[in-house]
Protein backbone atom coordinates (compact mmCIF):
# COMPACT_ATOMS: atom_id res chain seq x y z
CA UNK A 1 0.00 0.00 0.00
CA UNK A 2 1.46 3.12 -0.57
CA UNK A 3 2.43 5.62 1.81
CA UNK A 4 -0.37 8.50 1.38
CA UNK A 5 -2.65 5.66 1.01
CA UNK A 6 -2.06 4.35 4.11
CA UNK A 7 -1.91 8.08 5.98
CA UNK A 8 -5.08 9.04 4.20
CA UNK A 9 -6.43 5.81 5.99
CA UNK A 10 -4.85 6.83 9.15
CA UNK A 11 -6.24 10.54 8.97
CA UNK A 12 -9.72 8.89 8.41
CA UNK A 13 -9.94 6.31 11.31
CA UNK A 14 -8.53 9.35 13.31
CA UNK A 15 -11.27 11.07 12.30
CA UNK A 16 -14.57 8.64 12.58
CA UNK A 17 -12.95 7.97 16.35
CA UNK A 18 -13.16 11.47 16.64
CA UNK A 19 -17.01 11.82 15.55
CA UNK A 20 -17.89 8.63 17.17
CA UNK A 21 -16.75 10.02 20.22
CA UNK A 22 -18.82 13.65 19.60
CA UNK A 23 -21.85 11.19 18.85
CA UNK A 24 -21.86 9.33 22.29
CA UNK A 25 -21.66 12.53 24.27
CA UNK A 26 -25.21 13.78 23.01
CA UNK A 27 -28.55 12.23 23.84
CA UNK A 28 -28.73 8.88 23.34
CA UNK A 29 -25.70 7.44 25.05
CA UNK A 30 -25.20 10.43 26.61
CA UNK A 31 -21.88 9.98 28.36
CA UNK A 32 -20.73 13.77 28.52
CA UNK A 33 -17.66 13.27 29.48
CA UNK A 34 -16.80 12.32 26.12
CA UNK A 35 -17.03 15.70 24.84
CA UNK A 36 -13.89 16.59 26.54
CA UNK A 37 -11.65 15.35 24.70
CA UNK A 38 -14.03 14.22 21.45
CA UNK A 39 -12.26 16.09 19.16
CA UNK A 40 -8.67 15.93 20.27
CA UNK A 41 -7.95 13.58 17.24
CA UNK A 42 -9.75 16.00 14.54
CA UNK A 43 -7.57 18.83 15.97
CA UNK A 44 -4.48 16.91 15.07
CA UNK A 45 -5.20 16.36 11.97
CA UNK A 46 -6.30 20.05 11.44
CA UNK A 47 -2.86 20.84 12.49
CA UNK A 48 -0.47 18.19 10.95
CA UNK A 49 -2.08 18.44 6.79
CA UNK A 50 -2.51 20.60 4.70
CA UNK A 51 -5.45 22.74 4.11
CA UNK A 52 -7.66 20.67 1.31
CA UNK A 53 -6.64 17.36 3.26
CA UNK A 54 -7.76 18.62 6.68
CA UNK A 55 -10.71 19.68 4.73
CA UNK A 56 -11.70 17.09 2.77
CA UNK A 57 -11.09 14.99 6.56
CA UNK A 58 -13.51 17.16 8.04
CA UNK A 59 -16.15 16.93 5.93
CA UNK A 60 -15.77 13.28 6.06
CA UNK A 61 -15.71 13.56 9.91
CA UNK A 62 -18.76 15.60 9.84
CA UNK A 63 -20.48 13.37 7.22
CA UNK A 64 -19.85 10.19 9.99
CA UNK A 65 -21.30 12.70 12.70
CA UNK A 66 -24.62 14.37 11.55
CA UNK A 67 -25.43 10.87 9.96
CA UNK A 68 -25.38 9.07 13.70
CA UNK A 69 -26.82 12.13 15.13
CA UNK A 70 -29.90 12.89 13.15
CA UNK A 71 -30.27 9.67 11.37
CA UNK A 72 -34.41 10.23 13.06
CA UNK A 73 -34.83 12.20 9.91
CA UNK A 74 -34.45 9.51 7.83
CA UNK A 75 -37.65 7.51 9.40
CA UNK A 76 -39.47 10.54 7.70
CA UNK A 77 -37.40 11.07 4.52
CA UNK A 78 -34.55 9.80 3.46
CA UNK A 79 -34.08 12.90 0.89
CA UNK A 80 -34.25 15.42 3.98
CA UNK A 81 -31.53 13.14 5.75
CA UNK A 82 -29.36 13.42 3.23
CA UNK A 83 -30.18 17.41 2.58
CA UNK A 84 -29.25 18.11 6.24
CA UNK A 85 -26.17 15.43 6.30
CA UNK A 86 -25.12 17.54 4.05
CA UNK A 87 -25.68 20.81 4.87
CA UNK A 88 -24.53 19.84 8.37
CA UNK A 89 -21.34 18.53 7.36
CA UNK A 90 -20.22 20.99 5.25
CA UNK A 91 -20.41 23.53 8.43
CA UNK A 92 -17.68 20.94 9.95
Known amino acids: M???TRQFLKDWGLASISSVLLY?????????FFAWFALVPWL?????????????????????????????IGVVTYSGLL??????????
Do not use: D, Q
Open 44 to 72: VIAARREPLHAGLISLGAGLVHFVLAISW
Open 24 to 32: LAYYPANVS
Open 2 to 4: KET
Open 83 to 92: GSVVICAAFT
